[in-house]
């Protein structure tokens, strides 16, 4: 069952590409036609493209490792930061800090002295300073909270990149194509999707498209995750259950090595007499 359907993007405006003489050649399959000097993309394609993301991002989910999503264009932050915090992913919505992929341990050591502040301010050792120094080191907290405080929690690469606008967000993209890391990506007709992995042709520029196609790859990332969960459960009920039969079994078992070690050992048979000499 598809996660979209034709009539849902074109209500959100998924169907609306750039100026003609903006587009990139490369986006040609996936444009239906032009009218009055704005491409229109094909959503037929549009929603099997966001069924194949959706599939593979609940898979990635299902398997425990993270997606990072990008965006830090003014009209898609707030929803990019309230679809990923849902599904408990980690988000850039700020500039891209550059090296974030390709330099992940110096980004770690930032996000650690973040955490360092905030150990350094609760047990008191911050409780001497002037006030100067206070608010400068507040000033530093705030500074690193809002370019890394969403990806506090990442504590190793992401397994996956969710990028809108792959154009503005190149930088992003060239770290993960070095890196080998899958990218998904909403591109634009005027955006090049020879690097993107997982390409989704729809409108990146309105807030209505771009929520309407995170509301299904997040969904299936949920579904992910309740699977994941799901198979973790069942798992430890199997082997609560293994525990409780072998234990069952431990009494038996004493039993009859008891019975073995009481029976008596069978009685040796006579010796074969040797053959007289003629």
């Known amino acids: 069952m598809a996660r979209t359907n034709f009539d849902q993007l074109l209500q959100a405006g998924c169907h609306f590409g750039h100026l003609k003489r903006k587009w990139n050649p490369a986006m040609a399959p996936y444009i239906y036609t032009e009218r009055n000097g704005i491409h229109i993309i094909d959503l037929h394609k549009t929603v099997a493209k966001i069924d194949e993301a959706a599939d593979a991002l609940k898979q990635i989910a299902k398997s ?6 990008v965006a830090t264009k003014k009209q898609t932050k707030e929803v990019i930061a309230e679809k990923a915090a849902a599904v408990n992913m980690p988000y850039v919505i700020e500039r891209w800090p550059g090296g974030m992929l390709t330099n992940f341990p110096t980004i ?5 002295k973040m955490a360092n502040i905030d150990r350094l301010m609760q047990d ?15 000033r530093q907290r705030a500074k690193l909270e809002k370019n890394l405080g969403s990806i506090a929690d990442l504590t190793r690469l992401p397994s996956a990149l969710f990028v809108v606008d792959v154009l503005k967000e190149q930088i992003a993209v060239k770290e993960a194509n070095r890196l ?15 690097n993107i992995d997982f390409v989704i042709p729809a409108n990146d520029d309105a807030k209505d498209s771009v929520e309407t ?7 299936a990332i949920a579904e992910g995750i309740e699977e994941r969960k799901a198979e973790k459960a069942d798992e430890k009920a199997a082997d609560a259950q293994a525990e409780a039969e072998a234990e069952e079994a431990k009494p038996k078992r004493a039993a009859r ?6 029976a008596p050992a069978p009685a040796a048979a006579p010796a074969e007499e040797a053959p007289a000499a003629e």
Do not use: M
């Not at 990218?183 to 005027?190: E, Q, R, W």
């Open 180 to 194: 080998g890391i899958p990218v998904f990506g909403i591109v634009d007709t005027n955006s090049d999707p020879n």
């Open 213 to 219: 196609i995170l509301n299904a790859c997040c969904t």
């Open 257 to 262: 090595r008891a019975r073995k070690d009481a």
């Open 108 to 112: 770690r050591k930032a996000v650690k």
């Open 64 to 69: 425990g490792k993270k997606v990072l999503f």
């Open 124 to 138: 008191g050792t911050y409780s001497n300073l002037s006030k100067r120094e206070l608010l400068q080191i507040t």
